[in-house]
């Protein structure tokens, strides 16, 4: 093509309003991290939610990962046990920890602290 038009093209192009955008696309976050009793034992199959976006379950080693498609701030996990299948629970325990994000990926460990009786 020749320089006339590409030129052509370009005017083209900005005169049916077509232009570069400023606005930026946010990335995803990845919050990830484990899952303790205040005694430091690990919790396997507990519920971990950021609201309003995504829930997951602990693997066997207390872990969890959870994609987050904005670019919040502030980041606030929940955690409560209670879901094992086939034990029988006379109390659950929950507990939630807010912190800053500062990069893509962020660490939250969260200690079950409270518990509530069934």
Known sequence: MNVRALLGAAV???ASGCHASNTAVPHPVIVSGIIRMPGGTLVDHAKVWIEPEA?????????????????RRQITVHARDGYTPGVAYAVTSSGSVTVE????????????????PI
């Open 12 to 14: 083209l192009l900005l």
């Open 55 to 71: 829930s997951v379950f602990t693997d066997a080693s207390g872990r969890y990962s959870i994609v987050l498609s904005d670019s």
């Open 101 to 116: 994000r500062r990069q893509i990926l962020t660490n939250v460990d969260v200690v079950l602290d409270h518990q509530m």
